[in-house]
Every structure is written in C-alpha cells, then in structure tokens.
Nanobody, 124 residues
Framework: QVQLVESGGGLVQAGDSLRLSCVAS????????MGWFRQAPGKEREFVAAISWTGSSTSYADSVKGRFTISRGNAKNTVNLQMNSLKFEDTAVYFCAAAVRFSTATSADTYSYWGQGTQVTVSS
C-alpha cells in the first residue's frame, strides 16, 4: 500500500504563487508515475498535471499550461506542483495521485493511490 500526503495549500490573492508538495510512503515506491488533480465545489475532479517515473516527461491541462510546473524531488517519492500567476478559477482541493506505470497519465481512472487533498483558495 502507498500513502500520499499533500502539503502547501493555502489562501492567496490572484497573481500569487504557491508550491504544493506530495510525499509518498509505504511499500517500495518504484515505477510510479505521479499526477495532480483538483476538484472545485460542485464540479468533477479534473486533471491538472502529471509526470513520468523518471521525471523526463510531463503533461498539463490546457488551463494551467505555462503557469504550473510539476517536478519530482531527488528522492523519487516526492512530487511538487509550482503554481504561478494563480487565478480565482484555480480555487479547488488539490489531490496528489500515483499510478503504477512509467509514463504520464491524464485519466483519474489510471491512478491507484490518492492523497487526502489540500485546499487552495485564490481570492480575486
């Protein structure tokens, strides 16, 4: 079993930046692609960004491309999401997820493990 714990959420103003982090623990953490998803009130969970096991490949939702950057820490069991130029519509609970695969994945169904989420609130 893999446990994922997110941190770094908070309340910011439009235009500010935040950095989310996710740490995985549990069974040997190998060959996992990682992703970030978000869910706003009354909306379905949506894909934000993903990174391959090696970190050499990334994918982004069009709504965050150019503003958000996903990266893996030196230890493969961490993944970060740098969020710049935040907008009111970025307000959501952000979830970290892990998929047993090498390459990136944009579908939530591909991910086997999920964190509890961290709240990001952007005031306009």
């Amino acid at each position: 079993q893999v446990q994922l714990v997110e941190s770094g959420g908070g309340l910011v103003q439009a235009g500010d930046s935040l950095r989310l982090s996710c740490v995985a623990s549990g069974r040997t953490f190998s060959n996992y692609a990682m992703g970030w998803f978000r869910q706003a009130p009354g909306k379905e969970r949506e894909f934000v960004a993903a990174i391959s096991w090696t970190g050499s490949s990334t994918s982004y939702a069009d709504s965050v491309k150019g503003r958000f950057t996903i990266s893996r820490g030196n230890a493969k069991n961490t993944v970060n999401l740098q969020m710049n130029s935040l907008k009111f519509e970025d307000t959501a609970v952000y979830f970290c997820a892990a998929a047993v695969r090498f390459s990136t994945a944009t579908s939530a169904d591909t991910y086997s493990y999920w964190g509890q989420g961290t709240q990001v609130t952007v005031s306009s």
